[in-house]
């Protein structure tokens, strides 16, 4: 990396005062900050007056600012989706069910990475939102249930500072806080508790999406079936998204979509075959295993696979505390239809192999290790994808931009044989690695048939061979969150996605409010003309050579290693280091967002596996900045007062909201970061 901040110079620090104007009130977590340079570090947290200094932060919507809503808030949904009374029951065959009807702005049909980004976005910019997804837990094949770790365009750890920013940062922050053990239940429940903090979402859990009604080429309802509450519920919505992976929403609202492999020809694809057919990538069964510290004796069922050295060629094993991608069938069968068949031959190769490592005599160090959790739901890497205005191939993720990016992607092209395990004379896959992240078009994200379709996930626009890049759920999540956003500016506009495509201004705003929300969209920068910071003069306390004060609004919030810099970094002195924004004239200001640093040149996932596990940090990161308050300048005034003031933080992203202020400046001034010696800041906004 680039970031080398040994030279740091001492640059400015104007007029710093003495005295801070002291509220009466503060926020939970927070602390009331002083400027005064002479003051220690602790004193500068702690002594601080109190008379007469207002402190106002409203609740923002960004994780620990956010206000959690209360269970009196939440309780009234449960009413909307199991009326008390008024029950209508359906006749005919289901004539013990009882018929609910929702109306909403965004439906999202699917609740893993994919689904749970777009709802979690769309609300948060308005829309009311029903997410259905058919079993208990969210996050798909991230949720407990598969314990699939995420990757994305960052490649593991192949290609540093790419990692997704956006809605799946923020939850990996917080994630890697609460969770330092590992719990994938923990996962499940931090997924949970962000769409139920939601107060634009209605959850429907252990419900399925089955039908879905069509007129003019645009979806007017869908029925969702809850067999645990014995509900029907009959759902209209503007905007329908499809993140269930197998498009099924598409299926029943008659979407154009594709099965199998395309031929070469077809879109000039070097890596595709040159005949199309039917095959997919196939489904898998992970398992976990533990060391017990005492001999752990393993009896496989008699219809465990009994597996050969000869299979194994191709497929080593290394570790077995998290099982093998390549534990994989059902690639020349129908990824859906035979669901039951694949589970059964993927359980008898989990046996199996368990079995080769047990009772081989090739793996003693295995003998204190027994399995503690083995899956029982398939994690479905390829079904059915849909068709939209535009298909992304091979050759755009290898080269190429769009007008419409709105995500980014980066993970191989990461082809599976069909045969799977029972290819064992081939290797399990190939990878075709793609030299440099791309950018992922909305018009991949919508159906070309079906006015209001939108998707996301594994089902997008994409020919098998693109697929198998975008496929990642670092990817889903982004696109996730695309598709939420471009939702929810659909119904604010009354546009249907192809609209929002064709109209330049709506587009260029969707692209501006991805980035708002820390979406990153390869070569774009933030631009917004709303952005008051971009006119700012900027000063600071201290910068080092190369990440100098005025980045903070160049528009890039992200390092890439041996690229540009483009953050300020000073080096944290005993009272903490500062950043100001000062203006010709004052400015009303009622927003100030920063973008802190989180350590993009490190992986952040959950995982179960050990080595993957090895560089990442299960706690804040250490480059976040983690005391902080914020100052205006009053015109004219050399004073500072305090706005808003948090200790604790892990947050890459903050947004502060309050009173309007008529402000000569804003200082963001940090005292503590995560274990860093450097206060970093990759962006600051203001906003009227
Ligand atoms: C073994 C294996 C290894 C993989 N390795 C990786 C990896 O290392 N990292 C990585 O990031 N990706 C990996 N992938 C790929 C990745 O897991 C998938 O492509 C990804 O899950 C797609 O995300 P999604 O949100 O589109 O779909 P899913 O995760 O499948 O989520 C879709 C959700 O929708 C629900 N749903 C489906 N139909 C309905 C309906 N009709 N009504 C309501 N809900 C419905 C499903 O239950 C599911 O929870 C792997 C996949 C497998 C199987």
Redesign the pocket.
């Known amino acids: 990396m680039k970031n080398n901040f040994a030279t740091v110079r001492k640059v400015l620090s104007r007029g710093v005062p003495g005295r801070v104007n002291a509220g009466t009130q503060q926020s939970a977590g927070s602390e009331l900050l002083d400027t005064s340079d002479n003051l220690s570090r602790r004193n500068f947290l702690s002594g601080l007056p109190v008379a007469g200094y207002s402190l106002i932060v409203l609740a923002d919507r960004t994780v620990d600012a956010q206000t959690a809503p209360s269970p009196e808030e939440i309780l009234p949904r449960f009413e909307r989706i199991a009326p008390p009374e008024n029950l209508r029951h359906m006749d005919g065959t289901e004539r013990h069910m009882t018929l609910v009807d929702l109306k909403t702005d965004v439906l999202v ?7 749970v980004c777009a709802a979690v976005a769309a609300a948060r910019h308005g829309a009311k939102v029903v997410l ?4 208990s837990r ?6 407990s249930e ?1 314990k ?5 365009a960052s490649c593991h750890k192949g290609r540093p500072g790419w990692r997704e920013s956006g809605l799946l940062e923020e939850f990996r922050l917080d994630d890697a806080v609460n969770n330092p053990q590992r719990c994938w239940e923990l996962w499940d429940l931090l997924l949970y508790d962000k769409v139920v903090s939601e107060p634009n979402i209605i959850l429907l859990l252990e ?4 039908a879905a009604s069509v007129r003019d080429g645009r979806i007017q309802e869908v029925m ?1 079936r809850c067999d645990k509450s014995e509900h029907l519920y009959r759902v209209k919505a503007d905007i329908f998204c499809d ?4 498009s ?2 598409g299926l029943e609202a008659g979407a154009e979509m594709r099965w199998g492999r395309e031929a070469r020809s077809e879109f000039n694809e070097s890596v595709a075959p040159e005949k199309a057919d039917k095959q997919t990538e196939g ?2 069964i ?1 398992f976990t295993s533990r060391d017990y510290q005492r001999p752990m004796p393993f009896k496989p069922p008699a219809w465990a696979r009994r597996i050969t050295k000869e299979q194994m060629i191709h497929r080593p094993i290394n570790s077995w505390e998290y099982g093998y ?1 390549w534990i ?1 069938w059902g690639g020349e069968l129908n990824t859906i239809g035979d669901n039951e068949r694949i589970r059964f031959e993927l359980l008898s190769i989990v046996m199996g192999v368990w079995d080769y490592i047990k009772n081989s005599g090739q793996f003693p160090e295995a003998s204190n290790y027994a399995l503690d959790w083995v899956g029982m739901m ?4 390829e079904s059915r994808r849909l068709v939209g205005d535009h298909i992304l191939t091979q050759n755009e993720l290898m080269s190429g931009d769009f007008e419409d990016a709105v995500a980014i992607g980066g993970w191989p092209m990461d082809e599976h044989t069909p045969g799977g395990f029972d290819a064992s004379d081939q290797p399990p896959n190939v990878n075709t690695y793609i030299k440099e992240v791309y950018n992922i078009p909305l018009r991949a994200l919508y159906s070309g048939n079906v006015r209001n379709l939108m998707m ?4 997008i626009s994409a020919t098998h061979v693109a697929f198998t890049s975008t ?4 990817t ?1 999540s982004v696109m ?1 969150q695309a598709v939420g956003t471009a939702a929810a500016l659909c119904c604010k506009y009354g546009l249907t996605p192809r609209d929002l495509y064709q109209r330049k201004d709506r587009l260029s705003e969707l692209q501006q409010t991805l980035l708002r929300d820390d979406q990153t969209i390869k070569g774009r920068r933030n631009e917004d003309a709303d952005d008051l910071a971009r006119r700012a003069r900027i000063t600071c306390s201290a910068e080092s050579d190369d990440a100098k004060a005025s980045l903070v609004t160049n528009g890039y919030t992200r390092d890439i290693p041996d690229g540009p810099i483009n953050h300020w970094a000073a080096p944290l002195a005993s009272n903490g280091a500062w950043i100001e924004l000062a203006w010709e004239k004052p400015q009303m200001i009622r927003e100030v967002q920063i973008t802190f640093d989180s350590g993009f040149q490190r992986e952040l996932t959950l995982t179960s596996s050990d080595s993957a596990n090895k560089g990442i940090v299960r706690a804040a990161q250490p480059e976040t900045a983690r005391d902080y308050a914020i100052f205006y300048r009053k015109p004219g005034l050399d004073e500072l007062v305090q706005i808003a003031g948090v200790t604790e933080n892990h947050q890459r992203v903050k947004r502060h909201h309050f009173e309007p202020v008529s402000a000569q400046a804003i200082r963001i001034h940090i005292t503590a970061a995560n274990g860093d010696q450097y206060a970093r800041i990759f962006e600051v906004r203001c906003y009227a």
């Open positions: 049909a699917g609740g893993g990475m994919a689904g259905v997804q058919d079993r969210l996050g798909g094949n991230a949720s598969v699939m770790h995420i990757v994305g419900s399925i999406l089955y969702v993140c269930t992976g197998d099924r929403l489904n898998s992970l991608w994989e398939l994690g479905k890497r996301a996930g594994r089902n496929r990642v759920m670092g889903c996730g």
